[in-house]
């Protein structure tokens, strides 16, 4: 649930003057509780941690809903992010992703095609817009073994319901590549102040549950990679689609954003009005990748388009084998 503005939306409306910077201080300086998620492992940099025994409570249909309530109840009241260690147990099939999406890179660099990224600077990133039907046309026995994943479908539903779908973009951060500057994603976080004050203080809370925003790591990502910056509990400031564009509050998260260190398999998934942004990449070597996803409710619409006739096609005969 979003934290109110006291007093001042009594319009229905946003304004930058109410963004104000101890309101959010007050909101995002709270520490996560551990004893309050029973089917978390642990608490590492304010952010909830799932580990292996999840599958066992997720065994039976009662047991799976509980663990869907508590990650919902994470995303929502909670950090608003929680993280899987060993979410693709099988990492080889992360190493076939991997290598359908180098090639669909190498494809696009031969080609002349510079695919950047809107909240870093040109050439800092290689970027693979609407990956989801490009990978599965070109590998569909890949595609159904990366996704057919429980640990992405138990997160969305807990999230969405039923009926979601998917989109994704390949993010591969080059060593010496910056940091993005902070954002909060989907629908709102792409828009400027001016377009985002157009929309009503109630869209500004709806917008959020409308996607999930994840990530899978393809490489091992230690802190000097630059795994995503995160500001835990910040998706509970309401106008925070406002305030992320102002300057006090990019240089509170500058000062206080968390890192969780991944390796190859694990995910995190977060509500897409937390405070966020791909970190620096201070590694020699390392070309840090992420399959980035946004998983959109069935009464919602992404942002990108997807063929997902072409999808069926190729994925159909393999599904049926």
Known sequence: MTTPVPGRIASGWFAAEDCRLEEFRAVVETTTDLADYPHADEVRENVLVYGARLRDSVATP??????????????TDG???????????????????????EAMIAEQKAAGVAAGDHFAKPG?????????DKFAVRDPEAFAAYYGNDVIALVSQAWLGRGYQLTSQVNVVNPG????????????GFMSEEQALAYPAHVHRLSPVMTLQGAVAHC??????GPTMYL???QKYAPGY???????????????????????????????????GAGTNRSADVRRMANLLQVSSAFGRAMEVVDRTAMCRALYPVLQA
């Open 124 to 132: 800092a990133n290689d970027r693979v817009w609407g990956a989801l």
């Open 177 to 188: 590549g910056q940091a993005q500057v902070a954002h909060r994603d989907y629908h709102l």
């Open 232 to 234: 835990p509990h910040s």
């Open 242 to 276: 406002v305030a992320f564009h102002q300057r006090e509050f990019t240089a509170y998260f500058d000062e206080h954003f968390v890192q969780l260190p991944l390796r190859k398999g694990d995910a995190a998934f977060f509500n897409p009005a937390l405070f966020h």
């Open 79 to 101: 950090p608003g992010i929680v993280a899987f260690t060993g979410a693709f147990p099988d990492t080889g099939v992360v190493d076939r992703a991997t290598a359908v999406f």
């Open 62 to 75: 009662d047991g799976r809903r509980e663990v869907q309530a508590e990650l919902a109840r994470a995303l």
């Open 220 to 225: 091992d990502m230690p802190v000097v990679t």
